[in-house]
């Protein structure tokens, strides 16, 4: 069965840091991978995904994460943050052979210190 | 405005009191899914839905039913609730049955205490 590990449960950061969120999966075949932001008392959103190609993904709010095969890693990055990202990143993972299926990360909850 | 929308967004009951949370669409989308989201764990999927009529189990199904009579409607239910499903639940839904290509919209989340 496939899994997804996101290592930091917790990160806490001042304005202009960059930041960067581990995620690996456990699922040997072809992925699609997301990322998604869940900020405070709101529904998640999607913030970018993979399917193929580059494997230097841009999504919204300068965010971009960077798809490393031989590692099963995603992890995403964030060059200088502000007080608006905090909130709760998750990243996901689906696989046609696993079924259709999306399976999450616990989640890794990011406040940025104005 | 394109939405999921779910009701109720709070509810606290008491062990063994049947409920039910609505979902509801407006995009015409053929796929529709469950999650409840826990505290380090995130969200792990309970029900999804290929289209009307088609339902199917997902990591969690345990306690919980869905059916899917109409395509804009995936009501959640829980015959008999017990304490360890407290949680935050999630509605989801995407254009396309393929959620490897389509990407799934939110509803608000349901918070559900069970006493």
């Known amino acids: 069965a496939q899994s997804v590990s996101q290592h930091n449960h917790h990160v806490i950061l001042s304005e202009a840091a960059s930041l960067e969120l581990g995620c690996n999966y456990s699922y040997g075949g072809t992925v699609n991978l997301f990322w998604y932001v869940q900020y405070p008392g709101q529904h998640l959103q999607l913030l970018l995904k993979?399917?193929?190609?580059?494997?230097l993904v841009k999504g919204i709010k300068g965010f971009e994460a960077e798809f490393i095969k031989s590692k099963f890693s995603f992890n995403l990055r964030k060059p200088s943050v502000q007080w608006s990202d905090t909130a709760e990143y998750f990243c996901?993972?689906?696989?046609?052979?696993?079924?259709?299926?999306?399976?999450f990360g616990g989640g890794t909850r990011v406040l940025v210190k104005p | 405005e394109a939405q999921v929308t779910q009701n109720p967004r709070y509810l606290i009951t008491v062990t063994g009191k049947k409920l039910t949370v609505t979902c509801s669409q407006n995009?015409?989308?053929?796929?529709m899914s469950w999650y409840r989201q826990d505290p380090g764990l995130g969200l792990r999927q309970i029900y999804y839905s290929m289209n009307v009529e088609v339902t199917d189990k997902g990591d969690v199904p345990e306690g919980y039913k869905v059916s899917r009579k109409e395509k804009r409607n995936f009501p959640l239910i829980l015959e008999s609730p017990s304490p360890n499903q407290t949680s935050l639940y999630f509605c989801?839904?995407?254009?396309?049955?393929?959620?490897?290509?389509?990407?799934?919209?939110f509803g608000p989340g349901t918070r559900l205490t069970v006493t």
């Open positions: 993979y399917f193929s190609g580059d494997p």
């Open positions: 989801a839904s995407s254009l396309g049955a393929d959620i490897s290509y389509y990407e799934q919209y």
């Open positions: 995009m015409n989308h053929e796929y």
């Open positions: 996901a993972v689906t696989a046609r052979a696993a079924g259709n299926k999306l399976t």
